[in-house]
Structures are given as C-alpha cells and as structure tokens.
C-alpha cells in the first residue's frame, strides 16, 4: 500500500506513524518563513532597545547623583585647563606640588577678581541704574496712552495690580524657596568645596587615577580604552583652552563695544557673555539679546541698534573665524549634532547639562573614533608608542601597565608563545 503523507495547514510535512527514518522527509526550520529582513531587523531592535535601557539607567544615575557628578565633572574640565600650564612650570624647573598651588591660587584669584569687578560697578551704577529704569518705565508707559492700542492709564494700573497680586498669591512657593536658601547655599558651597577637592587629587595623581580605572576594566579591553581615555583627555584639554579664548574674545568685544557706547554695567555684561560663552551657539545668542536688551531699556532704540551691529560682528567673527579654525580642529562634532546635545543637556539637567553637553559628546565621539580605527592594536610592546593619526589630530598612546624585562623569545605568563599585545619596560 503507497505511503501517504500528511501536511499541516502552514505547509509543513510529517512522516506518518510506522515509516521509517530514512522515508522521512526533512521538515523546513520556522526561521525559513520570517523574511531575512525582518529577523535583522528583530536582531537590531532587541540589542538597541538593551542598549538604550542601559543608557537611561546611567542618564538616570547620574541626575540623581548630580550634586556629585557636578563638581567632579567641574574638576575634571578645570584640572584639563591647569594641566598643561601645570606642565609648563615644572618644565621651567618648579616643584610640581608648588607649581599646582600656583594655578589653582591663580584660578581662584581670576574668578574673584571678576565676581569683585562686577559687584563693585553693580553697586556703583546703582542709582543711576534707578534712576534710568524709573525713567524707561516712564517712558514705556506714555508710548502705551498715545499707541494704537489705546490703551488708558487705568489699564496700565490694572495690568500692574495684577502682577502684583499674581505675586503676593504666589507668596506661599516664594516663602518656602526663601527657606531652603540656606540648602541651597550649603549644596553650593559643599559642591565648591568638593570640585576643588577633586580638581586638587586630579592634578596630584590624575596618571594614577587613570591607570587605577583602567586595570579595572578586562585585560583584553585596557589597551584600548587606555588609548581612548588618553584621546578623549587630550580633545577635552584642546576644547578648555579653546574655549576660554573664545569666550575671551566675545566677552572683550561685546564688553568693548557697551563701554565705547555708553552702555551701564559694561563689566558685568562682559562677564556674563563670557560665561554664557561657554554654551556654544546658544550662549552667545542670549548673552547677546541681554546686551541689546539693556542698551535699549537705558539708552534708547539708537545705542540698542548700535549695540546690536556690534553683538552681530563679534558672533560673525565667532562663526566664521574663530569656530572653524579653532574649535573646529579641537571638538569633532557637527554644529547640528551641537545644537541637539546642548538642547538635550538643557532637558536633562538644566544649566549644568547645556554646560557639559558639548565637552562630553566630544570626549565620546573622539573615544569611539579612537576605538573602532583600531589603532590601538599598533601600539608596539615596551615603548610609550608612535603617534596615530585620528581624523586630522595625531594621538600619543601610554602603555596600560609595565612589566618586567623578560628575555628575548620568553612567553608571556598566560600566552602560547605569542608576543602580540605584551607590554614590557
């Protein structure tokens, strides 16, 4: 009697009871109905979603340890703008230990000295700041009556009463931020002292630490990320002293231009477009509009245009000059990929993310670079290494650990005669 076989309603055959192994007919795999596309598709997916997982995890962590990260993240991009004057000192012949008390005494010198500089023509402009504001609200307030709005002067006082009452409503949230001032105040000084703490131990054993962090990593991984730490420092150290001369030359400029006008508070204008600097793009635009906004409260729409054709040629300079040639050789990040990480940054973690935003996608971008080149993989055993050229900057790799001398044609302790990858003094 002929053999019959059966079929399921998805097309897969099944050997029929009582026929023999070799009469079966082999059946097909699930995996061979899902198109190719899909199941990499699938592949991807999973392996992304872990990947974003682990990412908020970290992001997570971080927010929440942000009175600790803050100040460490402080330390670490002040520590990367001291080390290289740090270096030059000791290079002159100055003890090392000396020479750190010098920048770090020097650093804090300049800081106060522009915090005293702005206070002190805050507080000597103040009455005629008064006196100013007094007469702009004066003069805002008669353009109201006679505008097309036809707006009366018990609508104005209206307007005004409401805010005020909008105020006074609000005086409960008001209060109780008035009483955590003081944790306020004591997280900030707890975080100064805590940046400070960690700018002092990066700059004493920064090496040490480095290599402390590195040996914690597996052994098939420490050459490198070794190698990518060292690129990731030497971008960071590169975007700090760039920075700081863009800042420099934006906040002299603007601070030139308010000065030579007429402009109150020219100082502390200077400082603040200084310190927004430091938030590429969109630090200098806001810093910028404060400029213009005070030129017009105090000094009319004539000096606020004046002013403004001077922030519009320092942000020309800045573009077209000053980022190209210099923080484009120093930060490999597309300006695109800038405006996304500071807005993300902002999100995240407000002042401190738009802060750290730019800093920390170069050092990744940089490391990554680093990485997958696989230069890593020519550094030769025994010696500090040949630079490699990344992008259009050129990379000194260190060693991981350092070994003893062993004879030529030795094995290394755990290899089958292989020398590839051994580090020797």
């Known amino acids: 009697m002929a053999k019959s076989t059966e079929h399921n309603w998805w097309g897969r055959v099944f050997r029929p009871t009582g026929t023999a192994e070799s009469d079966h007919v082999p059946t097909t795999d699930i995996h061979d109905d899902v198109p190719r596309g899909i199941r990499i598709a699938g592949a991807w997916s999973w392996r992304l979603l872990v990947i974003a997982a682990a990412i908020a995890v970290l992001v997570l962590l971080i927010v929440q340890l942000r009175l600790i990260v803050i100040p460490l993240l402080i330390g670490v991009l002040v520590s ?3 080390v290289p004057f740090i270096d030059f000192l000791t290079r002159h012949r100055w003890p090392r230990g000396l020479a750190i008390a010098t920048a770090i005494l020097g650093t804090l010198a300049v800081v106060g000295g ?18 100013r504001s007094v007469a702009s609200f004066e003069e805002l307030k008669a353009y109201l009556l006679a505008s097309p709005l036809h707006l009366t002067e018990a609508q104005i006082n209206d307007f005004i009463a409401d ?4 105020i006074q409503n609000d005086g409960q949230a008001l209060l109780s931020g008035a009483l955590s001032l003081g944790s306020t105040l004591g997280h900030v000084a707890t975080g100064v002292f805590l940046a400070i703490f960690c700018l002092i131990f990066v700059l004493i054993d920064g090496k040490g630490i480095w290599g402390w962090i590195v040996r914690l990593m597996p052994k098939k991984a420490q050459t490198a990320i070794d190698g990518a730490g060292k690129a990731g420092w030497f971008t960071l150290t590169n975007y700090t002293r760039t920075q700081i001369l863009v800042a420099s030359i934006d906040a002299v400029g603007i601070g030139a231009g308010a000065f030579l006008f007429g402009v109150p508070l020219a100082i502390p204008i200077a400082i603040l477009v200084f310190l927004g600097s430091f938030v590429p793009i969109v630090g200098a635009v806001v810093t910028g509009t404060v400029a213009v906004f005070v030129a017009l409260v105090y000094n009319g729409w004539v000096i606020a245009l004046c002013m403004l054709g001077v922030v519009l040629l320092v942000q020309q300079l800045e573009g077209h000059v000053l980022q190209p040639l210099l923080m484009g050789a120093a930060v490999k990040v597309h300006p695109l990929a800038v405006v996304l990480v500071v807005a993300g940054g902002t999100l995240l973690a407000g002042i401190p993310g738009a802060l750290f935003a730019v800093p920390v996608a170069a050092v990744i971008n940089v490391m990554s670079k680093y990485i997958s080149s696989g230069a890593w993989r020519a550094r030769p055993p025994g010696t500090v290494g040949t630079p490699q050229l990344i992008g259009n900057v050129i990379w000194q790799t260190v060693p991981v ?6 004879p030529t044609g030795t094995k290394h302790p755990g290899t089958s005669g292989s020398t590839q990858g051994q580090t020797h003094d």
């Open 163 to 166: 805010a005020v009452s909008a």
């Open 80 to 82: 990367a703008l001291l």
């Open 114 to 131: 522009l915090l005293w500089l702005a206070i002190w023509q805050i507080t000597s402009d103040f009455e005629v700041v008064r006196e």
């Open 401 to 406: 650990e350092r070994h003893a001398r062993r």
